[in-house]
């Protein structure tokens, strides 16, 4: 999420000599490296994009892409180079995505092929030679395997260790390009890996970055992946591309698909029963399987998303006695000991997760202390491994830590073939799979949640009396987030759509719209009374492309002055549909809605109409508005889907992750163009430099919108704006004070833990000296309310720290919290919902959580608070005085 790594500054990376496998390295990690776009420099004629696979029993596949689509799928081959003797035809796909048009994919399957034998091939009849080796078909033989690669210069370091040794096969258990929807990264991918994978054959699955589901777009997961990356999945029985095995030497390879069914009743489930049923261990003493998600890990980075698949299929990978369970994911290298359900077991699987390629999201840093004694290595570092099968009995597994020249040898072990363990296989147990049980469909809920959590199965969501507030959390079967809501413009060009309104300073608000047509005026006819518009402003239009989307024109139109506590009458660019806004009182009491982690799927339009049932003054957005995460017609829809309530009251938001949307790739490294271009807030009218940070005034409150994504350090500009602005505040005239972010300062849901950390120590100080009476955020999917805090300490000086990341999103629930609970928490429940803070007058105020149900919403939390500021205690602190 920190755009993608590129503008994290270096650490030093210290080297180390061969450490102890027990024991967890202390070293500094660098972040990763740059994206490296690879162009394309060939013909159109002319293959690019070579990469060879296994395709069953002395047979290799291979797979080229020609934008010219009149070259053959044809692949020459030989013993010699530049005589090509054997000639096969083959098959040829292409696919579109969006705008994108893949050009002529094709894959020709070669053979029957010599073992441990280097063949020449040219691929279409004409271009550059290429030339592969064959595996062995006996010992030894080696792999080498890493995950989540990307293309990176990490990962251009990656594959140059990989490259420096060499070895027979390369498995790579998901997350390959990291195109996430961006077609022409799987292209640059594809030519980044062509000098390895044209040479040795490449044994790949699906990782969660390769599912590129969008519900306006493409609803096809992994279209991208199965048309480039075809694996021989019908060679071993199976019906998806998303799982299969092979052999090599005396190694059987299962392949699992972490993100397509695998409960009981699923296709996967049976085809790896018989798979693993049909596997002699006397001719094929090894058995490995990979898999995405891992089952077992320490490190707080995805933690639990491979549970349900564990619970589901571990019995078969024990009752098989595989030896080696390999893993990506978490961007982190772990070796656990034999392991059989969370307990050691000489008879289990090792599980190594090498999930270190090279991507571009960074590393995993932060492994759970203390240290499980399950695992025996863990270490935060990009790097590959090597695993050596020496015979049926013995092998080697190395890993090697990425250096800028080199690959360090960091962790090391011998491993022997279960097969050969007499205890692991008594005389009453069958060499075949021992039958298992399992009826859990808890693998189809995993696999949703990962889809966008589109088509869940819904779970009871049971109502329960109010709850108090400062016990427990409350006991309730959570709903996981319903389908996307797209909304499509059901108007003519040149009307106004996406219509919201803003305040812009004293006594005005600004009107933001959006047409199709690019001649209509930036301009808003207003007025009290309906179709009376008595007054007339002229504003300003914007625009933006991004990638091949074009934006319609957004027009920003402040209008003012305007009385307070008064409904104004309104229509944008002269024709279309007729508005009305209220402007908020000038007086107490003055009440704002608080939402955060909007998006856009049904939860987010219940929040919207329980919001809706009752008035209020201002909108709180606190970062993380319409999900689009670069898919820019998702903007759109958010704007249509809220014009209903943004365009009666004014909304205030600021940024979040989502909003980021930077892409090191032609000319979008622009963070926030989206946002910007579309929620134009008034930091101009608060003196800030950045539309990223800014205040406002309502009736007697003073209301702070920070970013948690722009620079916060003391010499900031953000800081020292801040500072200067708090300054301003008379809390005679306005006694309130409030505070909006994205990232929570506290929190204790395991979700982006200490995220907002160095934020916080950054500026706690300057808001506990202001006095500042509560503090919003958003990001953690859950509701959680704190006591008076500061420094980390109850503090009846110190704000109100409130997390309301639970408008709808459609990642879900943040249903992990720590335990047992911090007594500096006062409440927290994992469910959407939404809250009210009504200012009664300069001295007291209301807060109450409201969480969604069906047809209303229900108060599941609520506090009457004083502000700080009427304490003679808070008032007579020394720090108050540097304020």
């Known amino acids: 999420m920190k755009l993608f790594g590129l503008f994290l500054c270096f650490t030093l990376l210290f080297l180390c000599p061969f450490v102890s496998q027990a024991d967890v390295p202390e070293v500094s990690r660098e972040p990763p490296r740059p994206i490296v776009f690879v162009p394309h420099d060939r013909a159109k004629s002319e293959p690019q994009q070579v990469h060879v696979s296994l395709a069953g029993k002395d047979h290799m596949r291979v797979t080229y892409i020609t934008e010219d689509k009149n070259v053959d799928s044809v692949v020459e081959y030989g013993k010699q180079p530049g005589k090509y003797d054997q000639k096969a035809t ?83 258990p998901g997350d390959l390009s990291y195109a996430d929807t961006h077609q022409p990264l799987w292209d640059s ?10 040479q040795r054959p490449w044994m790949v699955t699906e990782g969660n970055h390769e599912i590129e589901f969008f519900p306006i777009i493409e609803h096809t997961t992994f279209k991208s992946y199965n048309a480039r990356w075809l694996m021989p999945h019908t060679e071993s029985l199976s019906s998806s591309n998303l799982y299969y095995s092979f052999d090599v030497a005396g190694v059987h390879t299962v392949m699992l698909g972490s993100y397509t069914d695998f409960d009981f ?54 009752s098989a006695r595989v030896d080696v369970v390999f893993s990506g994911h978490v961007h982190a290298y772990e070796r656990f000991k034999r392991v059989y359900n969370n307990k050691a077991d000489s008879c289990g699987p090792i599980y190594i997760t090498i999930g270190d390629g090279g991507n571009r999201e960074g590393l995993a840093l932060s492994f759970k202390k203390p240290n499980s004694p399950l695992s025996v290595f863990r270490e935060s570092s990009f790097g590959h491994g090597r695993l050596k099968v020496i015979d049926g009995k013995r092998a080697h597994w190395s890993w090697h830590r990425n250096n800028d020249s080199n690959s360090l040898l960091a962790d090391e072990v011998w491993l022997e073939s279960l097969s050969t363990s007499s205890s692991c296989w008594p005389s009453s147990v069958s060499v075949q799979v021992l039958p298992t049980f399992v009826t859990r469909h808890s693998s189809i809920l995993y696999l949703m949640v990962t889809l966008f959590r589109l088509f869940l199965r819904f779970t009871l969501f049971f109502l329960s009396p109010f709850v108090s507030q400062a016990n427990r959390v409350s006991k309730y079967t959570r709903p996981p987030p319903r389908p996307d809501f797209i909304v499509s413009n059901g108007r003519p060009k040149s009307f106004p759509q996406q219509v919201h309104v803003s305040l812009a300073g004293k006594d005005h608000m600004r009107v933001t719209y959006t047409t ?26 914007t625009s933006y492309r991004y990638f091949f989307y074009s934006s319609g024109k957004i027009h920003h139109v402040k209008i003012g002055p305007l009385k307070p506590n008064t409904i104004y009458y309104y229509r944008c660019g002269g024709h279309g549909e007729e508005f009305s806004f209220k402007t908020p009182p000038s007086t107490f009491p003055v009440e704002f809605a608080v939402a955060g982690d909007l998006g856009q799927t049904d939860w987010t339009v219940r929040t919207l109409d329980q919001i809706s049932k009752r008035d209020f003054d201002v909108f709180l957005l606190p970062g993380d508005l319409s999900y689009a995460d670069t898919h820019q017609p998702l903007w759109d829809s958010f704007g249509r889907l809220l014009e209903t309530l943004a365009s009666t009251r004014p909304w205030m938001v600021t940024e979040g992750n989502h909003e980021i949307e930077s892409f090191p790739i032609n000319e979008e490294h622009i963070s926030f163009k989206s946002y910007n271009a579309r929620w134009l807030m008034p930091h101009a009218e608060s003196l800030s430099r950045s539309n990223l940070y800014y205040s406002f005034d309502t009736a007697g409150v003073h209301t702070v919108m920070l970013g948690s994504y722009t ?44 995220d907002g950390e160095k934020m916080r120590k950054a500026m706690e100080g300057l ?33 109100v720290y409130i997390t309301i990341g639970d408008g709808g999103n459609r990642e879900g629930l943040a249903l ?68």
């Not at 030519?191 to 994978?197: D, G």
């Not at 047509?517 to 301009?523: A, N, Q, T």
């Open 711 to 754: 620079r916060f350090d003391p010499h900031s500009d953000q800081y020292r704006w801040l500072e200067a602005d708090l300054i301003k505040v008379d809390r005679k005239t306005t006694p309130w004070l409030v505070v909006v972010m994205h990232t929570p300062w506290y929190s204790t849901n395991l979700a982006h833990e200490g």
């Open 189 to 198: 991918f594809g030519r980044l890996v062509e000098p390895l994978a044209s």
């Open 265 to 318: 009743d699923s296709d996967q489930y049976q085809w790896l029963q018989a798979d693993l049923a049909k596997v002699d261990r006397k001719t094929t003493p090894w058995v490995v399987v990979l898999l995405h998600a891992p089952w077992y890990n320490t490190n707080e980075a995805h933690e639990g998303e491979g549970e349900s698949m564990r619970e589901a299929m571990e019995s078969l990978l024990f």
């Open 516 to 541: 199709d047509d690019k001649d209509v005026e930036s301009m808003v006819e207003y007025g009290r009374r309906s179709n009376r518009y008595e007054k007339k402003q002229a504003g300003e239009s």
């Open 90 to 172: 083959g098959e040829y796909t292409s696919y579109k995505y969006f705008f994108y048009k893949s050009g002529m994919i094709h894959h020709v399957k070669i053979g029957p092929l010599q073992p441990n034998t280097t063949y020449y091939y040219r691929c279409g009849c004409n271009g550059p030679e290429f030339s592969f080796k064959t595996p062995p078909s006996t010992y030894p033989v080696e792999f080498a395997i890493v995950g989540d690669l990307g293309q990176t210069e990490w990962t251009v370091a990656t594959l140059s260790q990989i490259k420096s040794q060499d070895y027979d096969v390369f498995l790579l």
């Open 767 to 799: 808001l506990f000296r202001a006095q500042v009476d509560v503090v919003f955020a958003g990001h953690i999917h859950t509701y959680e309310r704190f006591k008076p805090i500061y420094n980390k300490k109850a503090d009846p000086c110190g704000p």
């Open 816 to 883: 992990e919290f720590h335990k047992p609970r911090s007594p500096l928490s006062a409440f927290r429940e994992s469910s959407f919902g939404h809250g009210r803070l009504r200012i009664i007058d300069k001295k007291r105020a209301h807060w109450s959580w409201h969480r969604n149900s069906d047809n209303f919403s229900v108060i599941a939390d609520e506090v009457w608070f004083e502000s700080p500021r009427t304490s003679s205690h808070c008032i007579l602190n020394r720090f108050r005085n540097e304020i």
